[in-house]
């Protein structure tokens, strides 16, 4: 999706319905039960692909979790799938990741740094399966990030690595500040009372854009052989302060989500083509962004990959959502739960649950065109939006083929909030 982004802004067997004259195959999905066991038959339609986008319609729904932590467990012990990338920044995650794979507190390890939209009971449960499947696996999972919101971390990866190179440690100094000076000022925008020094942010994005590009060349140079780690922080600090970089120069339209597919094709590359699950919101595991129509993350990933890249998208109709009042998605926001709103009946969520089965699977490559509805989407993010004065900010312009959006959907017909840690 194309952003101005200085805003910074889930059985048993086939059976046929029919609906309004169109027929469509699903796969029941009875929720009552181990999820595991449930997700088995989703697995085994989209387990043989490269690059699987789990995505979720809220940013606050625990059985999108649950469901989306189960099929990972199962594309993990069954299809051979080793790396788990989060919509977030690759420095925080990689520090997770250490912390997973040691005896560290995991509650804490996801308040300092995970974003909140991720600081859930079902999350925690996750990845303490991960750190119990390291334990006694030789083929470790790895967890990584694709978003770019956060960039201190990364820096701390290359302070690290260049702590013995006189010149590339002075470079990396200096970049530390720009990305402290950055995060905070992200950070501060959930204060009412801040205001933006925007020139000074662009400026010191550009100077931090630029010293990328020196301690790149730098490396090249000097021959230096650069970790894999190192060479995503790198890559990812890049892209974090791209949006400045490009304001200085009065482009204020930049692609977040292809580059955040820019991430999951490096990652994929430096670890030598293993399976990724990508974890994130629907609008970004998507070929289009539902609400531009601008290609999303997973438009870029299908260009790359091709058959290979399968989104999935986890949609319901009726429960609760957890979200926050703040604008900014940080690492302390606090989550309260809210009552979905019945959907709108041109919606697909209406469409959806108007389906014999309340829980179920779809498959939209087998179903290919047979769902011709002119129906809008119902989408939430992580932030609480008044349905009534916001209906255009939740609903899509009418989607007449959602095979131009997603590979296949889980439908929950009723929900509940996330458990969320704080």
């Known amino acids: 999706m194309k952003q101005k982004l200085l805003a910074l802004l889930l059985v048993i067997g086939l059976f046929h319905i029919k609906a309004q004259d169109y027929p469509v195959k699903t796969i029941e999905l009875n929720v009552t039960k181990d999820y595991v066991k449930i997700v088995t038959p989703v697995v085994e339609e989209i387990g043989n692909n490269t690059i699987v986008g789990l995505g979720e319609g809220t940013h606050g729904t625990k059985e999108f979790n649950e469901i989306r932590a189960a099929i990972s467990k199962n594309l993990i012990t069954k299809q051979h799938f080793n790396i788990v990338c989060f919509e977030a920044p690759y420095g925080d995650i990689y520090y997770l990741n250490k912390a997973v794979n040691s005896n560290t507190d995991i509650k804490t390890a996801m308040k300092q740094y995970l974003i909140s939209i991720w600081q859930t009971k079902e999350i925690e449960d996750f990845l303490l399966w991960i750190r119990d499947y390291n334990k006694r696996n030789k083929n470790q999972i790895l967890l990584s990030?694709?978003?770019?919101?956060?960039?201190f971390n990364c820096v701390?990866?290359?302070?690290?690595?260049?702590?013995?190179?006189?010149?590339?440690?002075?470079?990396?100094?200096?970049?530390?500040?720009?990305?402290?000076?950055?995060?905070e000022m992200w950070n501060k925008q959930n204060d009412k009372g801040f205001r933006i020094d925007m020139p000074s942010l662009i400026k010191n994005g550009t100077q931090a854009y630029e010293l990328v590009e020196n301690i790149k060349e730098t490396v090249r140079k000097e021959n230096v052989d650069l970790s894999t780690e190192s060479t995503l922080a790198l890559e990812n600090i890049k892209l974090g302060f791209t949006v400045m970089y490009e304001a200085n120069k009065k482009n204020y339209e930049v692609s977040r989500d292809q580059m955040m597919a820019e991430m999951v094709i490096k990652t994929?590359?430096?670890?030598?083509?293993?399976?990724?699950?990508?974890?994130?919101?629907?609008?970004?595991?998507?070929?289009?962004?539902?609400?531009?129509?601008?290609?999303?993350?997973?438009?870029?990933?299908?260009?790359?990959?091709?058959?290979?890249?399968?989104?999935?998208?986890?949609?319901t109709s009726t429960g609760t959502y957890s979200a926050t009042l703040d604008n900014i998605d940080t690492n302390d926001n606090k989550y309260k739960a809210y009552e979905l709103p019945l959907p709108l009946k041109t919606s697909w969520q209406n469409y959806f649950s108007s389906f014999k089965n309340e829980n179920f699977y779809l498959d939209l490559r087998k179903n290919h065109g047979n769902l011709k509805q002119n129906l809008s989407l119902a989408l939430w993010g992580y932030f609480y939006l008044d349905p009534v004065k916001y209906e255009k900010n939740i609903y899509t312009e009418k989607i007449s083929n959602l095979n131009d959006y997603f590979d296949g959907i889980i439908f929950l017909r009723k929900t509940n909030a996330s458990e969320h840690l704080n």
Do not use: C, W
């Open 268 to 315: 994929y590359q430096l670890y030598n083509n293993k399976k990724v699950i990508i974890i994130a919101h629907n609008g970004h595991v998507s070929f289009r962004f539902p609400f531009s129509g601008d290609m999303g993350m997973g438009g870029y990933l299908k260009k790359q990959f091709g058959e290979k890249y399968f989104a999935l998208a986890t949609l």
């Open 145 to 151: 990030g694709v978003d770019f919101n956060f960039t």
């Open 156 to 183: 701390n990866i290359l302070e690290n690595e260049f702590k013995n190179n006189k010149v590339l440690k002075l470079l990396t100094d200096s970049l530390l500040l720009k990305a402290k000076y950055q995060d």
